[in-house]
C-alpha cells in the first residue's frame, strides 16, 4: 500500500553504500555503482507514483575526484551509458533531468551529453530529476556570490531569495524530506543551504537494497513528521 505523504514536494537523497554494498556480495566496488545507479530508475517510478515533483540525488562529489582513477573513470563511464541510453525512457515518463553542480571539470563529451539530455528533457513536468555532479554546496554558496558581485548587486538588495536565485539548483523548491542511505548520518556538503527546513531520514540499507519499499517507509515516517519551521505545535495548527 502506498503511503499518503502529506504535502511533499521534493525529496533529495545522498546515495551511500555502493562499494561496501559490493563488498558484501563479493564483488569489485564498480559492481556496486552500477547496481546503485540501476536503483535510481526505480525509485524515479515510484517518486513519480507518488506525485513528488523534483527528485534530487548526489551523484558525485567535488571531493570524490580524490577516489581511486580506476573507480573515478568507472563512474564516468555509467554517467556517459546512463546519459546516452535513458533519454528515451525519461521522455516517456516526463522526467525533465537537470544537472546541478560545476560542470568545466568534466570531459567535453560528457557536457554535451549532459546540455543534450537536458535539451531533450525540458518541456517534461511530471518529475524533475536533478542529478548533483561534480557537486559541493559550500563551493556552490560560493560561487553563487561571486556571481552576485560580478553582477552589480547592491548590498541592500542582497536577500535570502536573491542568494536562492544564483545556485545551482535555483528555481527549484527546498527539499522536503532529506534521505541518506548506508548507514552515516551526515550531510557531506549536500544542499546546505537548501536543507535548513527539511526533514532528515537515515537508514543502516545500502543504496543498491534500497528498494521502493524502503523508500515507501521513508516517506511514511516523513508524514508522521510535525513539521514546525521555528515556530510551535500551537502555531503550527
Known sequence: MKPDVKSLTHVAIIMDGNGRWAKSQGKPRLFGHRRGAENIKSIV??????????????????????RPQ???????????FYLK???????????RLRMVGERSRLDKDIQELIAHAEKETQDNSVLTLQVALNYGSRGEITEALRKMVSSGIE???????????FLYTAGAPDPDLL?????????S?????????AEFYFTETFWPAFSKQEFQKALSVYDGRERRHGKTSDQVQ
Open 85 to 95: 541510453n535513458e533519454i528515451k525512457t525519461f521522455k516517456k515518463q516526463g522526467v
Open 189 to 197: 556538503n549536500f544542499l546546505l543551504w537548501q536543507s535548513a527546513y
Open 70 to 80: 580506476e573507480e573515478v573513470s568507472g563512474l564516468m563511464n555509467l554517467l556517459r
Open 179 to 187: 534521505i541518506r542511505t548506508g548507514g552515516e548520518q551526515r550531510l
Open 45 to 66: 517510478e515510484e517518486s513519480i507514483a507518488q506525485k513528488i515533483s523534483y527528485l534530487t540525488i548526489y551523484a558525485f562529489s567535488t571531493e570524490n575526484w580524490h
Open 155 to 165: 548590498v541592500s538588495q542582497i536577500t535570502e531569495e536573491k542568494i536562492g536565485e
